[in-house]
């Protein structure tokens, strides 16, 4: 039961995020598809480096990265704000989208 609540939150999220920067479209897997044009977009801050700066931008976050703690800092004008050591990620872009995102879903979904 936990599984499946935590997959439909994340699938919630996701959808609200990607509405909070303009981008309407269906969840499949673990992404959102839309039609840009004639084609099908797969849309997915979590796994993508161009939709996580899509996210930071629309939003006004500042995303900081820490070498020295081996970290990445997001924040927004909201005063939101996580970070995510690289250690915990496969590399560091995995750490600072992950980042990008959680701010993104702390403000765009507030009660989850």
């Not at 970290?71 to 927004?76: F, L, N, P």
């Not at 970070?83 to 959680?102: C, G, L, N, Q, V």
Request: glycine share 6%; hydrophobic share 40%; aromatic share 8%.
């Amino acid at each position: 039961m936990y599984i499946q609540e935590t997959i439909s939150e994340n699938h919630t999220t996701l959808q609200q995020v990607a509405r909070a920067v303009g981008i309407v479209g269906d969840q499949m897997g673990q992404d959102i598809v839309y039609r840009k044009g004639t084609r099908l977009v797969f849309w997915n801050p979590r796994k993508d480096d161009g939709d996580a700066l899509l996210v930071a931008h629309t939003l006004g976050m500042q995303v900081t990265i820490e070498p020295e703690c081996q970290r990445s800092v997001a924040s927004s004008r909201h005063g939101v704000s996580h970070y995510e050591f690289w250690a915990a990620h496969s590399s560091p872009m995995e750490a600072t989208r992950y980042a990008i995102f959680k701010v993104a879903e702390d403000i765009t979904c507030p009660n989850f």
